[in-house]
Nanobody, 124 residues
């Protein structure tokens, strides 16, 4: 029923920009926080950023602060991750997920719906 579909990944050069999209269906999207996570080969899935459903406050991992921006368009039921100044260290599979619990944003436990993930590769 409810699902999230991520898109927008691809192969880019260092310093380039990329915008990922997360389209929701069968979900009351406006009532959920939306978080972004990524997983690089051989590493655990890590928190990237999140936007709160009410008020639109955003929070980011230190590794992406100043470079990545999370946004949300409730009318389109779509969230976005704008990535600028990309480096090879940003190479990973990126996931979006919905959050509706009083748990820390950086922990996976509070998220219920997850996208399948989209590959981002940064290489010269």
């Amino acid at each position: 029923q409810g699902q999230l579909v991520g898109s927008g990944g691809g192969l880019v050069q260092p310093g380039a920009s990329l915008r990922l999209s997360c389209a929701a269906s069968g979900i009351d999207f406006s009532r959920y926080d939306v978080g972004w996570f990524r997983q690089a080969p051989g590493k655990n899935r890590e928190f990237v950023g999140v936007i709160a459903w009410r008020g639109g406050s955003t929070y980011y991992a230190d590794s992406v602060k100043g470079r990545f921006t999370v946004s949300k368009d409730n009318a389109k039921a779509t969230a976005y991750l704008q990535m600028d100044s990309l480096t090879p260290e940003d190479t990973a599979v990126y996931y979006c997920a919905t959050h509706n619990a009083d748990t820390p944003y950086h922990l996976l436990i509070g998220y219920n719906y997850w996208s399948q993930g989209t590959q981002v590769t940064v290489s010269s």
